[in-house]
């Protein structure tokens, strides 16, 4: 290693021979020249003298000039050299070297507690990680119910939906070969779209449009015109108003279809649940986030790498009432709460009827309320009780098929 001074000391001097032998040079040139013009005379011997000893000191200079832009090359590596060995005496015991990186613990105001606004303000794709069971499809009704309040128009490719599971204003494709023509119809509405945009510039205001790719992977399997889309859209369709919501249960690039152009995931809003959100926080080696992910099974995950609670109440139209009797003790609900992470349900110490609970509940399908049963059913509730408020059933072969829909 060497000092900077010497270096530029070096710079500086290697500088001076560099122009000096340019003036020779130039010197040479005008004494050839005049050499030539002169006639033949004691002025012409004094002038063919005084070039050739520019010529002599010329040829001196462009040696030291070459030399010691040779010594400042062998400097050059010399100074990598040492700084590789330096480098390389501290990392050779790597197993024991340690970086302890500040992480400071997650209070409220860092917590994300309304992830589809979060995702509507960033204008990328979504894509939603998780394991089986951990509320893939939960989150997605999330970002269904409220996108569809924003005159989001949503379609749907999904090959094990059933009619229940979308709303009515949804376009759900449900089999290969139509997923297949309408998936070549999306990449024809892109390049319309973009068409459009590039004609009309700032006055562009297309019609929003999620799409919707129940487990991605899968149908990147079937599909081969899905890699061409996922690509194409991820890359060009936030700009004309073309958004991709795709749920996978791992958020590798080759099994997204995003094989050769990994960039692309960056143009992605990506959520993490259940296990998938407490193996990114291990490998982002962030105890911080590992603790909070820790405090329940259910309802918290990973937005952009920022803790976030999936809240059920989104799939609420209106705040919903749970009386002491019909569920349990209000400090059992705020215990739960607390731990789950889901805001506290108002409770009343009234004679409220399951009739007035049912009215503010009666716009959800079957699976729906199955879904909000499973989040109470973890929380520590009775599957009587559950089945009660939600569906109005106190026996029978109804309430069995309900008691196993809820164990599912």
Known sequence: ?????????????????????????????????????????????SISLIGLLNSISGISI????????????????????SSKNLLDDYLKNRDNLQIEIMKKSIEEKDIITDPVNYWISQQKHLLIIGATNSGKSFTLKLFQNELLKLNYQIKSYDIDATFEDYSKRVNVIYD?????????????????????????????????????????????????LMQSWIKRLSNRGRKVG???????????????????NSKLINNFVRIYLGERAKERAKLLKNDALIKFLNTTSKGYGLIDDIPCIINPQYLFSTSYIITNDELSETSKIAKSTEKSGVLEPKVENSNTKNDDILGKLSDKSEN?????????????????????????????????????????
């Open 62 to 81: 462009s040696k030291i000039d070459s030399t010691l832009e040779n010594r400042l090359n062998d400097l050059q590596i010399t100074s990598r050299l």
């Open 242 to 260: 073309l958004f991709i919501a795709a749920l996978s249960q791992n958020d590798t690039v080759d099994s997204l279809g995003l094989s050769g």
């Open 368 to 408: 729906e309320l199955i879904e909000i049963g499973k989040i109470f059913k973890s929380e520590g509730y009775s599957k009587t009780k559950i089945i009660k408020l939600l569906f109005n059933v106190e026996g029978g072969k109804r309430f069995t098929e309900l008691s196993r829909k809820l164990d599912e």
């Open 1 to 45: 290693m060497f000092s900077n001074s010497f270096i530029l000391e070096l710079l500086k001097y290697r500088n001076i021979s560099l122009l000096i032998k340019n003036i020779n040079f130039i010197s040479i040139f005008l004494s050839i020249y005049l050499i030539l013009i002169t006639p033949h005379g004691i002025n012409k011997l």
């Open 176 to 224: 290969y070969p139509d997923i297949e023509k309408n998936v070549e119809k999306d990449l024809n509405e892109l390049e319309l779209r973009v068409q459009e945009r590039r004609i009309k510039g700032k006055n562009y205001n297309p019609q929003k449009t999620l799409i919707v790719s129940e487990e991605l992977p899968s149908l990147v399997d079937e599909i081969e």
